[in-house]
């Protein structure tokens, strides 16, 4: 493959340049009213993204950083509680629950689809808490702390097991909030109501992020809160503007994490594309699938779908032994990959305080070595696809068994 032939990890550029019409005229349209923080290309904005996740609310806000601390500080998690989330995640998820006051209590993964995985949640609850019957509520034993809240996190665009999570927080009277930053329009199908729900209608609240690499991006910063509690909506209004009623009326203090409208009026315009552009990368998913499968040993392993999933591919991830051996090898030859978390968050330095060591929880960090990401991204060519697996497939060939464990039979 020679420099022409570059494959990127993302290619930001293609779609905005089709839109770039559309997306001027929105411009243009702010200009022209001066309506720039709020107003009506924001309240658009809501009322479709609301329809399109299935949800009564939605509350445009500043980034999903805003979007997961306004849901969580309006579904009441406060000062001093334990929130559950997963190691394997972008800081974000866990930087909002210690901004909302509370402390984040890691749980491992499911091995085969890095999400959260409900036994382990069953676990610390059965194991590491105890229920107080008195006060209705779950101590954590450790800190002697309530444990509150469930953040699970829709990695990659794909949601986690919403049916047992949502059945255990019933069970401890947790409040479930969605962290939908990753995928947006992915779907599960829940047996307990026997039909598909949508990313961000399942929890108490749920938040998206729309910085530009994600599925549905602005161009610029952007987030959004939803729910189908009114309540909740209006306190998440009031979070992202002040803590204002009405202008100057404070009814407690807030942020300024609002959402502004040059932003909401491009997501409005790309929203319309969104379901085409998840319909492309599914199709580039299952094609890497094939292109993989064809390889023909089990060196490579892509991420499973389960069929309770719709999976919206934010990002295709495989497995592999000596992954940064690879990664040098596919950047040499001009494929841009990406590690989505290369450090689990237990072992990151900012969450040295939290009292977690090596080997807490083994599932997220063997992912972590060995996880790659691909390149995906709706205009993602086949013919690109074929040429990346081309050298997974030269890669692994050349590696021998050698290297890799022996396999018992
Ligand atoms: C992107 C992302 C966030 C944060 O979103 P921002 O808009 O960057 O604040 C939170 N959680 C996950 C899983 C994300 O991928």
């Known amino acids: 493959m020679n420099t022409k032939d570059t494959i990127p990890f993302l290619d930001l550029a293609t779609m905005h340049i089709e839109l770039e019409q559309e997306l001027t005229e929105v411009f243009k349209r702010a200009l022209r009213t001066a309506s720039f923080i709020g107003g009506p290309m924001v309240e658009e904005f809501e009322r479709a993204f609301a329809e399109f996740c299935g949800t009564k609310y939605c509350v445009g806000v500043g980034s999903g950083t805003d979007a997961l601390r306004f849901a969580l ?61 008195r ?57 307990k109501e026997n039909h598909w729900r949508t990313a961000g209608s399942m929890g108490r ?11 549905l991006g602005a161009c610029g910063e952007a987030g959004a809160v939803t729910t189908n509690e009114e309540a909740l909506a209006q306190k998440s209004r009031m979070l992202r503007d002040h803590g204002q009623t009405k202008k100057y009326y404070h009814a407690l203090e807030g942020y300024n994490g609002r959402l502004d409208a040059i932003q909401a009026g491009i997501l409005q315009a790309k929203l319309k594309y969104l379901p085409q552009w998840t319909e492309m990368r599914r199709s580039a998913a299952s094609r890497y699938r094939d292109l993989i499968s064809a390889i023909g040993n089990d060196k490579v392993i892509s991420s499973c779908e389960p ?26 030859t ?6 989505h978390y290369p450090i689990p968050l237990h072992l990151q330095n900012a969450y040295a305080g939290l009292g977690y060591k090596k080997g807490d929880f083994p599932i997220a960090e063997k992912a972590a070595a060995e996880i790659l990401s691909l390149p995906m991204y709706p205009h993602l060519r086949g013919d690109q696809q074929s040429g990346v697996v081309r050298e997974l497939t030269k890669f692994v060939a050349t590696e021998g068994p050698s290297l890799m464990e022996p396999k018992i039979a």
């Open 73 to 133: 500080m309006a579904a009441g998690v406060k000062s001093g509680d334990v929130v559950i989330t997963v190691p394997n995640t972008f800081i974000a998820t866990t930087e909002a629950i210690s901004q909302a006051g509370a402390e984040p209590r890691f749980v491992d993964i499911d091995e085969r689809t890095y999400n959260m995985d409900p036994a382990k949640v069953r676990e610390y609850l059965e194991n590491c808490c105890t229920v107080d019957d």
């Open 334 to 339: 001009g494929i841009g990959t990406g590690i």
């Open 135 to 191: 006060l209705g509520v779950v101590i954590d034993n450790k800190s002697g702390r309530p444990v509150t809240a469930i953040v699970p996190v829709h990695l990659y665009g794909q949601m986690a097991d919403m049916d047992s999570l949502m059945g255990l927080a019933e069970q401890y009277k947790l409040v479930v909030i969605e962290d939908a930053c990753q995928a947006h329009g992915a779907q599960y199908f829940s047996k």
């Open 307 to 332: 069929e309770w999933s719709r999976c919206v591919y934010h990002l295709f991830v495989v497995r592999v032994e000596n992954r940064d051996e690879l990664i040098k090898q596919l950047a040499s």
């Open 205 to 215: 609240a749920a938040a998206f992020s729309f910085y530009p690499g994600k599925n």
